[in-house]
């Protein structure tokens, strides 16, 4: 039932049109960002009407209630950010450093945006609340969404012969944790926090070679 329910929300889009989809593309975007400003528990249906536009009835006919519409922001804004990685991996094969090198730009510019912050904020604070099974899982595919990516362009490239990995899946979490740590977590707890581009491309570098050196296949 849950695996039917979270397919008709990821593809609910397919049978608007025109000025529907659009209505409903509003109110993806505002409910992201209220979600983000006040934190979900804070955050009503009647809050996101007053800033979308429309009526509460267009709200709930098209998303169910609040937690449908949040499971299907968090699918939205997941594809919009990592969706991209998937569609370009496939021209890297073979380009290992090239490859880590894009990917951990597009990572890093995603965490130093002050929305990075909001955004964790925001996934502790449902840890807390009583949700749905379901919303649990949307929550954990976005957080995994960039990992498997990564994960998958690993594997493929071990399959080929020209990196060894014991583990593609653990090696994405090493590789992205290990850009985001000097960055996030000091953010997280309000301090302040060199996230220029000079600072990012410099934590970029360093950990694209140690991950690269360590993937090659000795000769």
Known sequence: MADEQKCCISNFFKH??????SRCTKIVDVAHRLFLDR?????????????????LATLYKHFGNKEQLFIYVMEQKSEELFGEWERQSICYEGRIEAFLMMIGKSYLDLVADDDAILFHRLIVSLG???????????????????????????????????IEVE???????QFLNALEEPFMFPRVLGLETDVSEIARQKALKQVVQIFYRGLCVPR
């Open 39 to 55: 934190g979900y528990e804070n955050v009503s249906m009647n809050d996101i009407v007053k800033e979308a536009g429309g009526s």
């Open 16 to 21: 608007l049109s025109g000025k529907a989809e």
């Open 167 to 173: 583990d593609s899946t653990l090696c994405a979490h």
């Open 128 to 162: 807390y609340l009583e949700t749905s099974k379901l919303t649990k899982e949307t929550i954990l595919k976005t957080l995994t969404h960039p990992i498997n990516v990564v994960s998958e362009y690993l594997e493929n490239e071990k399959k080929a012969g020209r």
